[in-house]
């Protein structure tokens, strides 16, 4: 791809310069590039009522399932605030993150995401193949119907997120979790708080836990459902957790 981006040539040594909403969103419209190397440069934001932004009907980075980010995005400490969606499935910054894609150091500021579809976060829709998130966060609103999380809605196996952590307000309908929707990959070192709203399969952290581990992870969100509530889990199969807890008090569950 010959788009330069305020930089960069999207080696590892030399990623791509992510320094502006216009960057951000050619990269969204780039899918040649989605195996490079890139890092933000400065605080994007994304509200939609400034000149040249807008309310996305799709995730930022990434328009078609087949076709997932598989690179490297440094966040560089960085933040990209008031990502504003109104769309159906698979939503969130990224669409699907996939083969060993990275991204760290990101924070998502005052995110807003209705939908009314599957697979949505704060991060990314899905997570698949080794894909990674790690000092990565999200504050603010996301709706949907399945697999919704504050962070990401699925975090698939040999998936891992570390040192994460979501204080999103989440609403959903079934496996509903603060930080991640469902979860058969690894979660550590991360935590979510606000507000968790659903039917079936709802936990302070994760809404289904059937697979992986979570280790040294807690919930202080406040949790609320019909059916497979917990504070930290909302339905755990086959799932191991190690030295995780949940807040009794703020959560309202005794249950995890």
């Known amino acids: 791809a010959e788009a330069q981006y305020s930089g960069g040539t999207g080696d590892p040594n030399d990623p791509y310069q992510i320094a502006t ?9 780039t899918p040649e590039d989605y195996d490079k190397h890139f890092i933000l440069t400065a605080d994007i934001d994304l509200d939609p009522n400034l000149p040249g932004r807008k309310v996305f009907d799709k995730a930022v980075i990434g328009f078609d399932w087949k076709i997932p ?18 769309g159906e499935s698979y939503l969130g910054l990224f669409m699907r993150l996939d083969d060993e894609a990275m991204v760290s150091n990101l924070g998502l500021e005052a995110v807003n995401i209705n939908s009314t579809g599957n697979y949505i976060g704060g991060l990314a829709g899905y997570n698949t193949t080794q894909a990674a998130v790690v000092l990565c966060y999200s504050t603010g609103v996301v709706k949907g119907n399945f697999a919704v999380g504050g962070l990401v809605g699925i975090n698939a196996a040999r998936c891992s997120i570390t040192a ?14 603060g930080l991640v929707g469902n979860s058969t990959g690894s979660i550590a070192a991360s935590y979510s708080s606000g507000t968790i709203t659903g039917n079936t399969s709802v936990g302070g952290l994760v809404g289904i ?4 581990g979570i280790n040294a992870s807690y919930s202080t969100a406040t949790v609320s459902g019909t059916s497979n509530v917990g504070g930290l889990v909302g339905l755990k ?20």
């Open 237 to 256: 199969t086959n799932g191991i957790t190690v030295t995780s807890f949940w807040d009794v008090e703020t959560s309202g569950q005794t249950t995890s």
């Open 69 to 86: 980010f598989t690179g490297f995005f440094d966040g560089n400490g960085h933040t990209i605030s008031n990502l504003t969606i109104v």
């Open 209 to 212: 836990h059937s697979h992986g």
């Open 21 to 29: 909403a216009e960057d951000l969103m050619l990269l969204g419209e």
């Open 164 to 177: 994460s952590y979501s204080t999103i307000t989440v609403d959903a309908n079934e496996c509903v979790g």
